[in-house]
């Protein structure tokens, strides 16, 4: 959705100016391939652009010109007015072969305030961009499935409505606008229609979450186990998921190329379901974050998390991204109000193998240890390195060690065929092995939870033994 406002004090821009907000009042087409497009970068003081950067690039938008001013931002135009009128200016006289030709986004490294939006768009006349608006365009390209489509289309809706309210307070400041003086102005019934927008949205995405927790109440029933991918995105959890599932996702070396849940089964693990979410960025603001929620929930609850971070990251990267991780993990758990002691505590994967020396492993994994996890394991999910050895601390960890389970042939006090057993032990656990002696006593190695086996010793009472 384009975040372009009419000005009133310039001459109107060739472009079709569209106002924020939707309700079914859009000025101009919603634009979701953005591939080709130029764009300024606005900055105050030395600020680290490379993660906007990438973003846009991601988006196939190209940054033709960066442009900085030192000082704190202005609350009202967040770069000073007579720079930006600089701006206004140049893009005005711009002509055939100028760098700025084709430019037809600002973008602004910041989130910035919808006074500052409101403020800048007046003054250049052209779509402007904060943070949270390049990641809202990013999740409108990639969102492709209802679930996705919905969280999007709340936080779009959520940010906009702070953009039209500056807009109504604006328009509505000193003589009474609107259809005859004392009613409600155009933007105020586009307000209004937003709003109900977001209250049906809301409720569709309520049914969704409940859905989302009656298949993990019948998944838990079912005896099998989730694990939980979390994470900065990029940080390669598409990847792993696709190696230990072999189920086909998206796969791409860009920022949010997953944006709804994935489930898939581990390879020869039937019980052990693994989940691919969202990943997380730096600075979302918290409305925008809590439209995600329950796509993030489904790794955050799962029976054991697991926390990916790219080992090829700096140092200071890596110890930034794993506390922010940590603490969004351990926040989010709280607010699902189920009790932390009964999960497993989150472990900790470093991937990426093949792209770091041996010092660079060692540092990271001092840096793992240090903020209190247990020593991370290393793969890579290009080479299959460390892979098996993960597959294996994942049965351990939701199961424990394997059982040896024996089977002892049918007695007067219990008839029931060895068979029917065999197959309780199967829909309770995770069987290695499975042999049949010639008097009829089976021998089995499988994974099992405490309370399975709780079960099957109070079920099957003299016929099983459960070492």
């Known amino acids: 959705m384009r975040l372009t406002f009419p000005n009133t004090m310039a001459p109107p821009s060739e472009d079709a100016n569209a106002v924020a907000g939707s309700g079914g009042v859009v000025l101009g087409e919603a634009r979701t391939n953005h591939e080709g497009r130029k764009a300024l970068l606005l900055v105050r003081g030395n600020e680290d652009t490379r993660e906007l950067e990438e973003l846009a690039r991601t988006m196939g938008i190209s940054i033709v010109e960066t442009v900085d001013q030192s000082g704190m931002s202005d609350p009202r135009t967040y770069l000073g007015s007579g720079r930006l009128q600089d701006i ?17 986004l600002v973008i602004i490294h910041t989130n910035a305030t919808p006074r500052q939006l409101v403020g800048i768009s007046e003054v250049l006349n052209v ?14 390209a ?50 209004a229609n937003l709003s109900r927008e977001l209250t049906n949205l809301r409720r569709r995405q309520r049914k969704h979450l409940n859905a989302q927790r009656e298949h993990r109440r019948q998944r838990t ?23 230990l599932s072999g189920k086909p996702v998206l796969v791409q070396d860009q920022l949010f190329s997953t944006l709804e849940t994935t489930v898939g089964r581990m390879e020869k693990s039937p019980r052990i379901l693994l989940a691919d979410t969202i990943g997380f960025i730096d600075n979302i603001p918290n409305a925008t974050l809590s439209a995600f929620k329950a796509t993030i929930a489904e790794a955050i609850n799962a029976d054991l998390t697991l926390v990916l971070l790219d080992a090829s990251d700096s140092l200071p990267e890596v110890q930034r991204k794993l506390e922010t991780t940590q ?22 994967v470093l991937t990426k ?42 049965r351990k960890r ?22 029917r057993i065999i197959a309780d032990v199967y829909d309770h656990g995770m069987v290695d092995q499975n042999e049949i ?16 086996q709780a079960q099957l010793t109070a079920r099957w009472k003299s016929r099983i033994d459960i070492k």
Do not use: C
């Not at 029933?221 to 190696?243: D, E, H």
């Not at 990271?364 to 290009?382: C, N």
């Not at 002696?437 to 399975?452: A, C, I, N």
């Open 88 to 104: 206004a200016d140049e893009r005005a006289s711009v002509v055939s072969g100028h760098p700025w030709k084709g430019v037809d």
């Open 127 to 140: 779509e402007i961009w904060d943070r949270v608006r390049l990641l809202l365009a990013l999740f409108t």
């Open 142 to 191: 990639h969102a492709s499935s209802v679930e996705a489509r919905t969280q999007v289309r709340i936080a779009q809706l959520q940010s906009d409505r702070t953009v039209l309210r500056e807009v109504v307070q604006r328009q509505t400041t000193g003589e009474r606008a609107g259809f005859g003086g004392g009613g409600v102005t155009a933007l105020q019934a586009v307000l």
């Open 221 to 243: 029933r079912s005896g099998a186990m989730t694990v939980g991918f979390v994470g900065y995105t990029n940080a390669g959890k598409s990847s792993l998921f696709q190696r």
């Open 327 to 348: 603490r969004e993990v351990m926040e989010r758990q709280h607010e699902d109000g189920e009790p932390l002691d009964e999960r497993p505590s989150p472990t900790v």
């Open 353 to 394: 193998l093949d792209l770091v020396e041996d010092d660079q492993l060692q540092s990271a994994i001092r840096a793992v240890e240090a903020a209190g996890f247990d020593t991370p394991l290393a793969l890579s999910t290009h080479t299959g390195e460390g892979v098996e050895a993960l597959q294996e601390l994942i």
């Open 398 to 419: 939701l199961f424990g060690e394997p059982s040896q389970l024996i089977i002892q042939p049918p007695n007067k006090h219990q008839m029931d065929a060895s068979e």
């Open 437 to 452: 002696s010639d008097e009829g006593t089976v021998h089995m190695v499988v994974w099992l939870t405490r309370t399975s």
